[in-house]
DNA sequence: TGTGATTACTGAAACGGTTAAGTAATTGCC
DNA sequence: GGCAATTACTTAACCGTTTCAGTAATCACA
């Protein structure tokens, strides 16, 4: 008992199979009669049939399907989502796509083909990208010709759409927030550096408010590794290891500052009180930690509508390449407490 | 300059469409010529060519693909993964199915016809769903014939793999360690119980622990509302108003718990100190929590693998109907202190 | 009343693949 | 040396849909 195909509307109708997709897809040009019509309707509703949108896709070249390549935060980790960021940004992909007729098709790296794996054998009509990639896999890409949109990655090559936000602003902000609070000596916590991620533009954000206060770059209050939870709460131990005496953090991740504040907290340290806490991102996560984080606002949701609505545009024959840069904004919460300046000693 | 198809492959190479078939997918049973072979591989190799799978899955009635839907946890909420157990399971989902060559359609339940949609007119090879719908939908999808497995979903009808935990034991498991601390006035918050979700099991659960320890259940102590943090951070000031005086709840998720430990730290109350906390799925946020959070345990990762197996088992023609229940923990950490029974007051 | 439009359809090719059946050439075997 | 089996392909049908190019019947009109 397979699903009935057109023909088997087509039999039921007593008509041909042309006249079945003609009255399906009611296009103007045709002229249909409005009993053969109704005989149609009521075949399709008999044999309970529905379109096979990939047998459509063939002749159409249009697919309805976008492609979401969500890395794995970690690359020790086998899952991904370890971060909120990506869920609520999946969340707003998928609810603005299939507002709009179309279907998700979601996908981690591929490991021997980079990530066009979905793109080239499924024909997806736009792909979405999430955070960075080595460059080779993204001239692969650039030969497909199919619209793809990065989210939160900086390439030089103005050839893909891109989504995102100030990043170096984001960092300027966190950690200029934190000198104006009276802190000095401030640790930089976050994941390793790559040329085409986020972290180097936050890092550049650091620095430029250290150079505001004319304060030089101190090696040693950098603790870089992965963008989790785990390592961030080991950062506290390093910190006291290292002694410091740092009096603040910027960590640039939600998930990295919870870390941090749990680490410190298993050390009988608090916050703000031993250590101000600026993070990044804000996750529904930032609100409901306690003391709730003062971080880098994005508006996360507004990131995966416009993914979304660029591949839409670009399917629609829009081929001037677009640039989105969401606004930002410090969000004052109770992670960071204001000292003076001149006192000499931090928690470590 | 369109992408190569089967046909520019076979003209380069010089043979027919058959052949480069043929070789691509290495059927024993043809003869190919060593020669042959490699004219094939290195014209698929220049023209970078990749089958089209679309067109594929039209004869060989196979798609690799999977359907997943997660359900909006919040009716009026737009974006569904509110709940990071969602992302959580997802990233297992897909990890698994990508590691066996399928790849993931994502979905949230469509609006018109629920959310066989992505089955009927992508012809997905299976259907994971998560969470509970109405019956209607379900026996709409027993009709095509396509494996369902139904992730914490409870059903009467043995028709569909299902997947989940011992959800009743979770509650019983819950509500008797706080009964074992000494509560008697236990809250129990939760989202809206419904026939098929969890919720109802969890709450049959906190009945049975009452009932070991000889107690009636008392509805005042119930607040139902939706599964988000916001709600339950609402809590804590109903409890206040409602002045039941409990000296403990048992929210069914962890976000939940998470909620109500923020309600009640605005109103200057501290956990477990002023309320003791069971929750329930144990996530990340779960150990991220300050208090890190009592909660019942569940494998999030392997019930998001075991749905992808079931299916894959159900697509190699096992048909077999699979059912797994996953076994779970309670997992003591720091949101429950113990009291004297006999004491009176309660926070509220 | 013949002509050109319009209406209401149908036939067939095409999309990118797979595969059963057929064919020609070579090989094995007695 | 003749026949069957094997090797190495090709042809053609098919999967489910769209759409261009007909075709036949009706209609409008001078």
Excluded: C
Aim: hydrophobic share 40%; net charge neutral; aromatic share 6%.
């Amino acid at each position: 008992m397979r699903r009935a195909s057109i023909k088997d509307v087509a039999k039921a109708a007593g008509v041909s199979t042309s006249t079945v997709s003609y009255v399906l897809n009611q296009k103007s040009s045709e002229s249909i009669s409005a009993q053969t019509t109704q005989r149609v309707w009521e075949a399709v509703r008999t044999l309970n049939y529905v379109p096979n949108l990939n047998a459509r896709s063939l002749t159409s070249r249009r697919t309805n399907l976008i492609g979401v390549v969500i890395p794995q935060t970690e690359p020790g980790k086998e899952f991904m989502f370890s971060n909120p960021f990506y869920g609520e940004l999946l969340s707003a992909i998928e609810y603005t796509a299939r507002r709009n007729g179309y279907h998700l098709l979601l996908s981690g790296p591929e490991p021997d083909q980079s990530y066009v794996g979905i793109a080239r054998n499924r024909g997806v009509d736009g792909i979405i990208i999430v955070g960075s990639y080595p460059t080779k896999s993204l001239s692969e890409l650039h030969q497909l010709s199919v619209p793809v949109v990065l989210v939160d990655t900086y390439v030089k090559d103005p050839v893909f759409h891109t989504i995102g936000i100030d990043d170096r602003l984001g960092g300027l902000l966190a950690t200029r927030h934190l000198l104006e609070m009276g802190h000095r000596r401030i640790a930089f916590v976050s994941g390793s550096i790559s040329e085409q991620g986020v972290t180097q533009k936050r890092f550049l954000g650091y620095m430029d408010a250290l150079s505001e206060f004319s304060l030089a770059l101190d090696e040693r209050h950098l603790y870089l590794g992965s963008v989790s939870f785990e390592f961030a709460q080991s950062v506290a131990q390093e910190m006291e290891r290292r002694g410091n005496r740092e009096t603040a953090a910027f960590a640039t991740a939600d998930i990295m500052g919870m870390g941090l504040i749990k680490g410190l907290r298993h050390m009988n340290r608090t916050i703000p009180d031993d250590l101000s806490v600026v993070s990044f991102d804000d996750v529904d996560l930032a609100r409901m930690s306690d003391p709730s984080l003062t971080t880098i606002h994005q508006d996360i949701a507004q990131k995966g509508i416009s993914a979304v609505e660029m591949i839409l545009a670009a399917a629609d024959g829009h081929k001037e390449k677009q640039e989105s840069i969401l606004p930002i904004q410090l969000m004052v919460r109770d992670s960071v407490r204001r000292i003076d300046p001149n006192q000499e000693s931090g928690a470590f």
